[in-house]
């Protein structure tokens, strides 16, 4: 396969990844705020953060500016209208690549959101339209597997995605525990505690699940423990390693290069760490040092990705 | 001098509905001789025609509309909105030709072809047809198309054109012409093979009962002749399809002949030459390209050699095709055999190399570095149709009758400041063909371009892109110009 291919499908990838959290995390909060106004600029503060997004300025609309920001802004490059325009652009330059059902629901998707704004949806219900932003990209990833031949295009696709889900992932628990445990003060208001844990499940579409394996009796160690470690949950860190482990051993085995062992080292001890790391022992560290180096390790597995598979040195090619 | 559309209406037949606008003229036409008997051929189409109701006609042609636009099968306008992707105009009923007039083509087109590769051969080797004087030296060396690159390189089996896409025009007398050979990049074989596919779905009784000469093996016939073009020791060679890229006008061309062929689609960037060797840049590391079948013009090619702005090429790839390492079909610097001033010359051309005279005819054209030639475009420039010469795709042209006097005084003004850059002709009356429009059948002006291709032998797929100018009384057969296409049945019998 050519390497501009799998570059392409890599990041339509993980474009449509990124879609699909910015606009379940807008919808949560959103929706929380519906219910504890009160605390809007310690909720917005941490989404902006969990986005890696400059503040905006806070004020009386704030929720709506958010809103209009994440979603139709096509001057900001993470919301919703232009990372779903960057995913089709990508799908664009291999059509021939990926079937004709993925295209046709990609540009579906791309044109209806296109097509709306946030005056139409601000009163409509947003969450109506953030609901059928997370169903068309899941629609895609399903007709995706369900067309498309499971060969080396459609791995890297894999890896797109869970690299992705693992950096937001991260980055998610990074904000909500930082701030969440490490306040000085312990929480005088319950409920606000019990629904900024919930809030941080949902976000990662794991409430559900979550309350199947512990119940609804919320502790954050077990959040932790639910999101970093779990072996079943397709939104934990440990899962999305495994997948991202297993589709790069894939492609090594389809284009037989011979010098990927440092992808493969570099995935395999990402998946290793979390398949044995306990976590008490992390929370007895610091969680903040331990999602930084898991980001790390995921950047040190997008540049050896590069460098065997893409934009590797000719020099290197032509001796190998 | 022959007007198309000012039909003799004091002898016109009157024909039965759904024809009952069909009005004959001076032009040939495909389906009726004069008086309003069908031809021979179309004797049963035409029966048909009678019997089918517009209803079933009409659900037909939707049918074949939707099936364009699933597949996808669209080209791009330039200028206007920011690349306007467009269905091309597809009619429903199919273009005739007899198994005798494909002959005819067949040889032509066969002759034609050999005759201009000789001559390329020669003019980027000895040039013995510019030192004979056959072919005023001049003429060549101004052409923009002419490559000094080229000169003395040998090329491999001395194969410049391998795969040609020349238009041919029907005259009132129903014998076929040479209006432009394309000699550089040709593009429409995708329509012919997707015109007969939806013609097959659409129309299968009306198709099985006509016994028309296949034209499906084209994919492979291309992949043989780009074989055909590697390097001596690459035994199993690598052959690519270089496009410029989603925005171009072909793409969807593209993109369906290297699926037809099973080939990698690339595009410049994917493509790198190390010590003149091109290589394409795969995620199993680097792989040794052999043949470049490249649907990029010459200039945007390789930027170290030619345009030093074009970021669609390969650095180094002039090198590598030098030192033989790498072919490409076509080869550099074919335009010149298609220059529409050296067009004048092709007869000559053939008599040249073959020592035959020219089957398929050109069409008179008068070349305006002659200064009678220039006295008389001048002063004729309502009745003439005048052509730059490098341009195709029917931009660059004044259609004299057709032109408003702010038209003619801009192409008078271009002429004088640069005589050599046109051409003229007459204006002609292309043959006309039925085609089903608003639920009436009707005669348009149409053409007829076969793609040749030149492998170790020549070899045309019978059949061709039938272009039609869609709008009434209208010349202009190109897809940017309001033009559309038909399905072209060249039969096995006569």
Partial sequence: MLSRVADSLYWMSRYLERAEHTARLLDVNLNQMLESAQYADLRWERLYRSLRIPALESGADEAYRVTQYLTFDTANSASIVSCLASARENARQVREQISSEMWEQLNRLYLRVKRTSVEAIWHAQPHVFLAGVKDGIQLFQGVTDATMNHSEGWHFIRVGCYMERTSQTATLLDVHFHSLLEIQEPFTNASLDYMSWVGLLRSCAAFEAFCKVYTANIQPERIAEFLLLNAESPRSLRFAATMMQNALQSITKITTVRNAGRVERLAGRLRASLDYDQIDEILGGSMHSYLENIQFQCRQINEALYQVYITYPIDVALTS | ?494
């Avoid at chain 2, 009726?32 to 109701?53: K, N, T």
């Avoid at chain 2, 994919?219 to 074989?227: E, P, R, S, V, Y």
């Avoid at chain 2, 005048?386 to 195709?392: C, H, I, Q, R």
């Fill in chain 2, 1 to 494: 001098m022959i007007r198309s559309d000012r039909s003799d209406t004091s002898e016109q037949p009157t024909l039965p509905p759904p024809f009952s606008n069909y009005h004959l003229d001076i032009a040939y036409d495909e389906m009726f001789r004069e008086g309003g008997m069908a031809r021979l051929p179309y004797q049963e189409l035409y029966q048909r025609l009678l019997e089918l109701s517009m209803d079933t006609l009409h659900q037909r042609q939707q049918a074949a509309d939707v099936a364009f636009l699933n597949q996808g099968i669209t080209f791009t306008v330039y200028g206007g909105d920011e690349g306007t992707e467009r269905i091309w105009p597809y009619d429903l009923l199919p273009r005739i030709i007899t198994s005798g007039e494909w002959e005819v083509i067949e040889r032509g087109l066969t002759q034609r072809i050999t005759a201009l590769n000789l001559f390329l051969k020669d003019i980027y080797h000895e040039g013995r047809i510019l030192n004979e004087g056959i072919v005023p030296r001049a003429l060549v060396y101004s052409c923009k198309h002419y490559r000094r690159e080229m000169q003395g390189l040998n090329v491999p089996h001395d194969t410049y054109i391998s795969i040609v896409g020349s238009d041919l025009i029907r005259l009132p007398d129903g014998a076929f012409a040479v209006l432009e050979d394309n000699l550089r990049v040709p593009s429409g074989v995708s329509y012919m093979l997707a015109n007969r596919q939806v013609m097959k779905n659409v129309f299968p009784a009306l198709f099985g009962s006509y016994d028309v000469r296949p034209i499906d093996h084209y994919g492979q016939a291309l992949l043989n002749t780009l074989a055909s073009l590697a390097p001596l020791m690459r035994p199993d060679p690598t052959i690519v399809l270089l496009t410029p890229g989603v925005y171009n006008s072909a793409y969807f061309e593209h993109t369906f002949l290297a699926r037809q062929m099973g080939i990698e689609l690339v595009e410049g960037r994917d493509l790198l030459v190390h010590d003149n060797i091109v290589y394409m840049r795969t995620t199993g590391g680097l792989r040794r390209v052999d043949v470049i079948y490249r649907r990029i013009d010459d200039d945007f090619l390789d930027p170290l050699a030619f345009r030093h702005d074009s970021t669609l090429g390969v650095p180094g790839l002039l090198n590598a095709y030098r030192a033989g390492n790498v072919s490409l079909a076509n080869a550099i610097g074919t335009g010149i055999a298609d220059d529409k001033a050296l067009y004048a010359y092709v007869p000559a051309i053939i008599r040249y190399y073959l020592g035959e005279e020219a089957i398929l005819p050109n069409v008179e054209t008068y070349l305006l570095t002659d200064d009678s030639h220039l006295h008389y475009t001048l002063e004729h420039l309502d009745e003439l149709v005048v052509k730059a010469v490098g341009e195709s795709g029917g931009y660059g042209m004044l259609i004299g009758p057709y032109s408003t006097a702010v038209q003619r005084e801009e192409f008078r003004r271009a002429i004088l400041a640069n005589p050599r850059n046109y051409i003229a002709q007459p204006t002609l009356a292309l043959s006309r063909a039925p085609c089903f429009l608003d639920g009436q059948i009707e005669p348009r002006h149409v053409d007829l371009r076969p793609f040749i291709l030149n492998g170790d032998r020549v070899t045309i797929v019978p059949g061709g892109l039938t272009r039609v100018a869609l709008r009434r009384g209208s010349l202009i057969v190109n897809s940017s110009q309001g033009g559309g296409s038909k399905d072209t049945w060249v039969l096995q019998h006569e």
